[in-house]
């Protein structure tokens, strides 16, 4: 990853909490699908879980594991381990998601990355 990674400014949920990034910071945030808290607290947790489990998992542009991965491509894989799909790209995650306030945001959050209105990270 590079330093141009570190600029973020959009935020999603997916299911109605995802489980990727653990803090969040300003900008618009994003919420695919519909689900109670319970359940999305539950598939966030899950994510989450396997996220961390792909810890030390090499960068691979466009892997998208089980071993190598780029940004979308783990997020991709730990929502569809625990119950929920995403579209494969960074962009095409963004675009299928509902935005939701700043205010709104929790644990979990996945953070997208843009510039301009390219937008080229998720975390």
Do not use: E
Not at 19 to 34: D, E, Q, R, W, Y
Not at 60 to 72: I, K, L
Not at 73 to 101: C, D, E, M, V, W
């Amino acid at each position: 990853m590079t330093a141009l990674n570190r600029v973020p400014s959009l935020m999603v949920r997916a299911g109605t909490a995802s489980a990727l990034t653990l803090a969040a910071v300003g900008g618009s945030i994003v919420v695919p699908g519909v689900a109670s808290d319970a359940s999305a607290a539950t598939m966030a947790t899950k994510a989450l879980n396997i996220a961390a489990s792909k810890k030390g998992a090499p960068y691979q542009w466009g892997a998208t594991g089980p071993r190598r991965f780029d940004c979308s491509g783990l997020t991709l894989y730990s929502f569809k381990k625990a119950g929920k799909s995403l579209p494969r790209t960074a962009a095409q995650q963004y675009n299928k998601s509902h935005h939701i306030s700043s205010k709104s945001r929790r644990a979990g959050d996945l953070v997208f990355f843009h510039s301009g209105s390219y937008v080229y990270h998720v975390g």
